[in-house]
C-alpha cells in the first residue's frame, strides 16, 4: 500500500451512515467497505435495510431509525457506539416528497422534511459528539446537503431550505468542535440520479434541470462517493466546515 494509499484507507474505522438502505447512502456504505471500513447503516424500513445490510456483506451493521424522531436518534447512537465505536458519521438520510409551488406547501409538509433533512441532522451529530467527546475520540461528520442549499431552483423551496440550514449547521459545529478534534463538513450534490430522483429527472422538468448543468450530465452515486471517502479519510486531517460541491458546476449557473 503506497502512502497516498494509506492517506485515504479507512481500515479499521467505523462509519454510521443515515439513509443507508438505498441511493446514495448505499453506494456510500459500498465505498466505505472497499475502503477498508466496516459500515452500520440506518433507515426507517427495517425489511429494506435488513436486505441491503445482507447485501453488503460481513462488514455491515443495520439499525432501524427514523432520523424525524428524537427519541429514535437517540437509540441509534447509543446502539450504533455499542456496535463502534463510531468514526465516520454521514447524515445523508433526506426525503423531497414534492415539487411544488411555495404557496401550496402545507404545514404539515414542511415539518416533515425540516425535521428529517434539519432536525435530524443536526441531533445525530450532538449525540454522536456527546460519546466522542467523553472518550476524547476524533471523528468525521459528513453531512449531505445539496447545491439547492446554495442556489435555490423552482418549487423546491423547503428542500432548498432545509439544506440551506443544513449547511450553516455544518459550519456552526465545525467551529464548536475543531478544538475537540471532531471535523464537520458538507457535500452539496447536484442532480444525482436514485430512486429519490430518477421520477423528476425524467419527467417534463428534467430538459431544464440537464440544461442548467455545465458539465451536460446529471451525477451518479459514485460521484458522490469519492469526495465522502476524502472528507471521512486522513486525507482530509486539516480540513472542517468546508462545503464539496459535487454537482458538474451546476452552482455557477
Known sequence: MTEE?????????????TGGSRGIGYAIAEGIIDAGGRVIISARN?????DAAKKLGPNALAVTCDVGD????????ETAWGLGP?????????ISPFYKRAEHVTVEEFNNVTDVNLR?????????????????????????????GLQPDLRQSV??????????????LALEWADRNVRVNCLAPGWITSDM?????????????LSNIPMGRYGSVDDVVGAVLYLA?????YVTGAVITVDGGRALR
Open 70 to 77: 428524537p427519541e429514535s436518534i437517540n437509540t441509534l447512537i
Open 46 to 50: 427495517s425489511k429494506v435495510l435488513e
Open 197 to 209: 430522483t430518477d421520477s423528476l429527472l425524467e419527467s417534463r422538468h428534467g430538459e431544464r434541470l
Open 233 to 237: 479519510s486522513e486525507s482530509s486531517a
Open 5 to 17: 494509499d494509506k492517506n485515504f484507507s479507512l481500515e479499521g474505522k467505523t462509519a454510521l451512515i
Open 120 to 148: 435530524g441532522s443536526y441531533f445525530c451529530s450532538v449525540e454522536l459528539a456527546r460519546y466522542l467527546f467523553d472518550s476524547n475520540r476524533p471523528a468525521s461528520i459528513i453531512n449531505v446537503a445539496s447545491v439547492l
Open 159 to 172: 428542500y432548498a431550505v432545509s439544506k440551506a440550514g443544513l449547511i450553516q449547521i455544518t459550519k456552526a
Open 86 to 94: 463510531v468514526d465516520v458519521l454521514v447524515n445523508n438520510a433526506g
